[in-house]
Each structure stands twice: as structure tokens, then as C-alpha cells.
């Protein structure tokens, strides 16, 4: 009998809607937890390794196939860090650090070597406001003459998770909920909650976040840490451990939390623009790269464990070297050639740098690469022009999509003798080495016992915070978990805070109505779980001991009308000017304003297009027919106020003061301060002075509570 070819199209079954909501349902209620191909998991919270504190290894199928799914979810946009904006520089050592690497840019101080550098956002996506509560990328490209190296750090020196096999776990539950794509660029949402409520690793990294570091002022203005622990090699094999920070040399400095959600629709690109903006008049921004140093045989040594993520090493107890200077000097020409598609990898590495077994670590040294061959179409996307290395570069590699080059070598292998043996290997004083390390163990899931302690380095980061800061980050927790619809994810938030310090939970408990429930359903952590230990304060974490001496780049806005005293406007522009700051004239009107002796004065932006939160401070010169316009229109009053309310330096000279009492400003007399950051000066051009000093403080947290009249 003849056999009729089937039909794909008739024979294959279109799941009804029914059957569709069953099998969502039998995957809820008990299935098991598989890979791709069916074959059941008893165990993905840590990566396989040799030994309990070995390297990650390669055999691992379910970690390479969940990494591996993660990093190809996008295309082509960044999964994480999407939004971004990056400049071109130069980094220089001050002396040689021969004595710990073998790494040339670290050894010659008469070196300028160019680096790129990419600042981002994590959660959203391209679209997102800069000024969304949320972790910064702070990654480095150096271009240096033993290849790139790419030090791909963070604006806080820990992270959410342990190990890497987590990290599609952590960026899926921040990430908007898969049902209905909501919210962009926030974390205030059950899944993320839901997570951390159910991973107490994420303790420490969630209080940074919860945190003014989470909202910075400028990417100018926030410090950098590569986060992992990291070796340096020298010539001679000696190996130390270290860490990477960046330190601005503005000092690290944050927005106010309503005044960065008002940024984020007035102008949602307020960082992309602060960066270009402040490179593109000379104001230059300067990192002073440091290192912690340790040695291999106290990595255990202070309490936790050195290759757990989720802890730092305090500055106190292992001070920061500052070891030389990052100058961005350059914007890109092209932003989606340059920052775009600019390539950074962890496993990047020069000479005289190396990675340990940190298992998060581990799994970058994976992710990175393979995320890229997406991403930038292939594996060629080392030969873009902005990822090009400056080191001559000779290998077998070919072919494949977006290759640039046209090889004319005859043999493509190695070894050959038709192209003479080359491209030769490197002498082992030259070539990257991986220094010999013992590894021994069973091949285990296990987590280490010396990452099992995670509140004690959350209670000491809390510790730390001043007390404005301390109260910054109740309010944060409160928003975030009052946008928690579910209410037993609030409570086991609350429940899980309160191993960190009982009244700091219950303090956010409080503006919930979660107080009771807390106090009645609280237990301590699972006795598997090490009791946080005594803790010793850190002043370096709190962003009030950051340095503040410059107003260099800052920018004033300087509310103005028609007869404004020209020399009080004169004077202040030129104060600002020779510290290195700015002042815009922000007037009713466009164009220019005619100041009371005839002179006229451009106008910068208009009351209808300018807002406070643009600006670090404001400033109400002299002049009777000026302050009288200028109190007839409610946007300048709202514009002080604004500016008062986000603890601003508020500043007049002579009748300019008339107006802060119009918006409901005491202003402070000559002969002291009722109020902090209120200052009234006289006209004359060396009156300025007090408030270029009150503008070096950032802001005047003392009068926080209080508000206009």
C-alpha cells in the first residue's frame, strides 16, 4: 500500500488555551527543576569546583547551559548595563609597583596609557533615566602595550550573590516581571523582594543599594571598586592578593531621593549629559586608582573569607595605596561605535594580573566572553576599532562573522614551518603565565563554611552610615517594600533585616504597619547561618567623610529678571568661575535681560525649561526690579523651594534676600547662620566667599526636616 506523506502543518498540535493554562499549572504545583534536556537538577546555587574554595570547573553542563541561555537572552542590547555612557583617557602611575607586578602599565610612571570607560546603570534598559536607585558599572578598558586589560568594576565594592551560577537568578527577579514588563529601572517590585527575602547573601549588597551610593550625583562623583579579589605577580613569580578602587578626586557626593526621581522626567539623560557636558568645557573628571594589598596567606585572616563577594575589607583595616591617576579627557565620536559597542571582559588580563577562585569571578571569566559573541555578532568583535588592542596581535584565529582583517599568511596552525613557525610562542618572562597553584578536593556542589556569615558585614556597613544616611535608607527600604504588593514577601523582608540590627527593621516596619507582625513572627537566623559578629564602624563607607573642598564643575543656577544689580551678578559669575564651577542665568524670559545699569545679560535657560534639580545650588542677586519680577512668577518661588527641600546651598546678595522670604526661606542674618546653607551676602565682589564654602559641603542635612513656609 502506498504510504501518504504527512503533513507538518495538519499533524502538529496548537496547544488549546486549556491545555496551555494546565501545563503552566502542572509546573507550578511539583515538577522538577531540569536542563534544557530533560535531565533532573538536585542543586543550582553553586557551581561545581575543585575543593570546597577551588576553581569553577569546565564539566559543569548545568552552570555552562544556564550561563549560556542568560547571556543570549538580548539581542542586541545588554541584558545588564545597557544603559550607558563612556569617555576616552589616560591612566598614569606615580611610581613603579615593580616590587608586585610584572604588569607594564603599573611599572612605568612616564607612561601614558588610553583607556576607555564605560559608566552604566544595571536594571534598565537603553531607554531607562540615568537617575533610577540602582548599582552603577563602572568598567575600564586600559589599551596597553601587553594587551588589553579590562577591569570590570561596580560603584560598590560587593555584589548580590556568591557564586555566578545565582547571577541569571538575581538579574531575572530585579529585572521587570515577565507577565506584564513592569517597572523599568526599578527594584520596588515583589520578584526582587521575593528573592532577597529568600537569599540572605544579598543582605550586605541590598543596604548599599538602599543607600545614597545608590544614587549618585555624577558618575564624576562615585567611587569605583572592581569588587573580586584579585593577584598581582611580579617578575620574579611573587604573588599578593588585591582589590581595585577608584577614588574621584571630587569626592563621592549623591541626589536626594525625590530629587532624583524629579530628574528622571525632567531629564532623564542628567548623568549621560553631566559627563559629556564636564569633559566637553575642560572640567576633566580624575580617579586616583588604589589597591589593598594582601598577602596569599591572610585570606582568611579578617574575619570572612576574601573570595566571598558579598564582603569588602575595610580601609581601616587594610588602607587603600592610591597608586596613580585616570584622566577622561576625550567624548566618544560616535556612541553607538564606541560605547556601544565596546566589548569588556573579565578575562582580559595582562601580565602581572590574575584572577583567584572566586566563584562569582569564575563564572565572569565565562559569562563576558560568551555574551559578546551575540551581543557583536560573532567572534570577531575584538577587532572593532574601539576594542581593538594597541599590542600587536598575531594568532591562528579566522574567519567566522565581522571578520576585519585580510590574513596572508600561508599556514594557519601551529606548529608549522611553511610561514617559518610563526606567530612564535612567548618567552615564559613575556607571556602571560598561570602561576602554578595547588588544587585539591572532591568535585563538590557545596557552599564554603567561611561564606556563611551574611549579616555582620550589612550591620557593620550600617553602622557606618551618619545618621541622615541611616535615615536615607529606612526611607528607601520603605518605598521599595511599600511597592510590594504581596504582603508575605514584606514580612519575611522585615523578619530577615532584623538579623542585621532588630530596631533598624523595625524602624522600616514602622512606616509599613508591619511592626507587630514583625515583633510576633521574628526568629534569629538559621543556626547554620554564622550570627552576625562584632562589628567595628567603617568611616570610609559613609559618604559624609568623603573629601569636600572643591566646587570645581559644579554648576549654579542664578535667578534673574530685568534689573538685576550687574555688579552682584558680575561678581558671583566670576567667584564661581575661578573655582572652577559655573554659573547659569536663569531668567522669565529667553534671550538676555537688561541689568539696572543698561548692560545686557544672556539668558542661559528660561523659568519654563530650567529646574533646581539640575543644578548643585542657586543664587538670587541684588537688584529691587529683578526680585520684584521674579516674585511674580510662582515658578521661581517653586524653584527655591525645590532647592531648599533637597538641602541645597540657597544664597542673595542685598534685596536678593527678599525673595527667599517670598518663598518661604529664612534667610540668615549677616552676623550668622539661623539655618544651614542660607547665605546673604553683600554685592560686593569679595562678599562670595561663604557661599563658595557652604557649596563645598554638597548639602546641609541639619535642615532636612524642616520645609518652606
Excluded at 90 to 117: H, I, R
Excluded at 171 to 199: I, N, Y
Excluded at 217 to 233: D, N
Excluded at 584 to 597: Q, T, Y
Aim: a negative charge.
Amino acid at each position: 500500500m502506498k504510504k501518504t506523506a504527512s503533513d507538518p502543518k495538519r499533524d502538529r498540535h496548537i496547544p488549546t488555551k486549556t491545555e496551555q493554562l494546565e501545563r503552566a499549572r502542572s509546573f507550578r504545583d511539583g515538577t522538577t527543576l531540569t536542563t534544557d534536556q530533560g535531565i533532573p537538577i538536585p542543586h543550582t546555587d553553586d557551581s561545581l569546583r575543585g575543593g570546597t574554595r577551588g576553581p569553577t570547573l569546565l564539566e559543569d553542563f548545568h552552570f555552562r547551559e544556564k550561563l549560556t541561555r542568560f547571556d543570549h537572552e538580548r539581542i542586541p542590547e545588554r541584558v545588564v548595563h545597557a544603559r550607558g555612557s563612556g569617555a576616552h583617557g589616560y591612566f598614569q602611575v606615580y611610581e613603579s609597583l615593580d616590587e608586585l607586578t610584572c604588569a607594564d602599565f603599573l611599572c612605568n610612571p612616564g607612561l601614558k596609557t588610553p583607556v576607555f570607560v564605560r559608566f552604566s546603570t544595571v536594571q534598565g534598559p537603553r531607554g531607562s533615566a540615568d537617575t533610577v536607585r540602582d548599582v552603577r558599572g563602572f568598567a575600564t578598558k586600559f589599551y596597553t602595550a601587553q594587551g588589553n586589560f579590562d577591569l570590570v568594576g561596580n560603584n560598590m565594592p560587593v555584589f548580590f550573590i556568591q557564586d555566578g551560577i545565582k547571577f541569571p537568578d538575581v538579574v531575572h527577579a530585579v529585572k521587570p516581571e515577565p507577565h506584564h514588563e513592569m517597572p523599568t529601572g526599578a527594584s520596588a517590585h515583589d520578584t526582587f523582594w521575593d528573592f532577597v527575602s529568600l537569599v540572605p547573601e544579598t543582605a550586605h549588597m541590598v543596604m548599599w543599594v538602599m543607600s545614597d551610593r545608590a544614587i549618585p550625583r555624577s558618575y564624576r562623583m562615585m567611587e569605583g571598586f572592581g569588587v573580586h579579589t584579585f593577584k598581582l605577580v611580579n617578575a620574579r613569580g611573587d604573588v599578593k592578593l588585591c582589590k581595585f578602587h577608584w577614588k574621584p578626586l571630587l569626592g563621592a557626593h549623591s541626589l536626594v531621593w525625590d530629587e532624583a526621581q524629579v530628574l528622571a522626567g525632567k531629564d532623564p539623560d542628567f548623568h549621560r549629559r553631566d559627563l559629556w557636558e564636564a569633559i566637553d568645557c575642560g572640567h576633566f573628571p580624575e580617579y586616583e586608582l588604589g589597591l589593598q594589598v594582601i598577602d596569599e596567606k591572610d585570606e582568611l585572616a579578617y574575619g570572612f573569607d576574601l573570595l566571598d563577594p558579598t564582603k569588602l575589607l575595610p580601609e581601616e583595616v587594610v588602607p587603600v595605596r592610591r597608586i596613580g591617576k585616570l584622566t577622561l579627557d576625550r567624548n566618544p565620536d560616535n556612541f553607538f561605535a564606541e560605547t556601544e559597542q565596546v566589548a569588556f571582559c573579565v578575562q582580559n588580563l595582562v601580565p602581572g594580573i590574575d584572577v583567584t577562585n572566586d566563584p562569582l569571578l569564575q563564572a565572569r571569566l565565562f559569562s563576558y566572553l560568551d555574551t559578546q559573541l551575540t551581543r557583536l555578532g560573532g567572534p570577531n568583535f575584538a577587532e572593532l576599532p574601539i576594542n581593538r588592542a594597541v599590542a600587536p596581535v598575531h594568532n591562528h584565529q579566522q574567519d567566522g562573522f565581522g571578520q576585519q582583517d585580510v590574513p596572508t599568511m600561508r599556514a594557519n596552525y601551529h606548529p608549522n614551518s611553511i610561514d617559518g613557525g610563526c606567530p612564535f610562542l612567548a618567552g615564559m618572562q613575556q607571556g602571560f603565565v598561570h602561576r602554578p597553584q595547588r588544587v585539591e578536593g572532591e568535585k563538590t556542589r557545596v557552599r564554603p563554611e567561611s561564606f556563611r556569615d551574611f549579616f555582620t558585614q550589612a550591620r557593620m556597613f550600617l553602622e557606618s552610615q551618619s545618621p541622615p544616611e541611616r535615615a536615607h535608607m529606612v526611607e528607601a527600604f520603605r518605598f521599595e517594600i511599600g511597592k510590594v504588593v504581596r504582603h508575605a514577601i514584606r514580612e519575611r523582608v522585615i523578619r530577615m533585616f532584623m538579623n542585621v540590627d532588630v530596631e533598624f527593621a523595625l524602624d522600616i516596619a514602622r512606616g509599613l504597619g508591619l511592626e507587630d507582625v514583625a515583633r510576633r513572627s521574628w526568629a534569629p537566623a538559621d543556626p547554620a547561618d554564622k550570627k552576625p559578629g562584632a562589628t567595628k564602624p567603617s568611616p570610609a563607607l559613609s559618604l559624609e567623610n568623603q573629601p569636600k573642598t572643591s566646587i570645581k564643575s559644579r554648576v549654579v543656577a542664578i535667578l534673574a529678571a530685568d534689573g538685576v544689580d550687574a555688579d552682584a551678578l558680575s561678581g558671583i559669575k566670576g567667584m564661581l568661575a575661578a573655582a572652577g564651577a559655573k554659573g547659569e542665568v536663569i531668567a522669565p524670559h529667553a534671550g538676555s535681560i537688561k541689568a539696572a545699569d543698561g548692560s545686557l545679560f544672556p539668558v542661559d535657560k528660561s523659568l519654563l525649561v530650567a529646574s533646581s534639580v539640575l543644578y548643585d545650588a542657586v543664587y538670587v542677586p541684588s537688584g529691587a526690579a529683578s526680585v520684584a519680577e521674579l516674585a511674580t512668577h510662582v515658578d521661581a518661588i517653586d524653584f527655591l523651594r525645590q532647592a531648599f527641600r533637597h538641602v541645597k546651598t540657597i544664597g542673595a546678595s542685598g534685596d536678593g534676600a527678599s525673595l527667599l522670604s517670598a518663598s518661604g526661606i529664612p534667610p540668615t542674618p549677616r552676623d550668622g547662620a539661623t539655618l544651614p546653607g542660607i547665605v546673604v551676602t553683600s554685592a560686593a565682589a569679595d562678599s562670595f566667599a561663604p557661599f563658595i564654602a557652604a557649596m563645598t559641603q554638597h548639602r546641609h542635612w541639619a535642615r532636612q526636616a524642616r520645609a518652606p513656609r
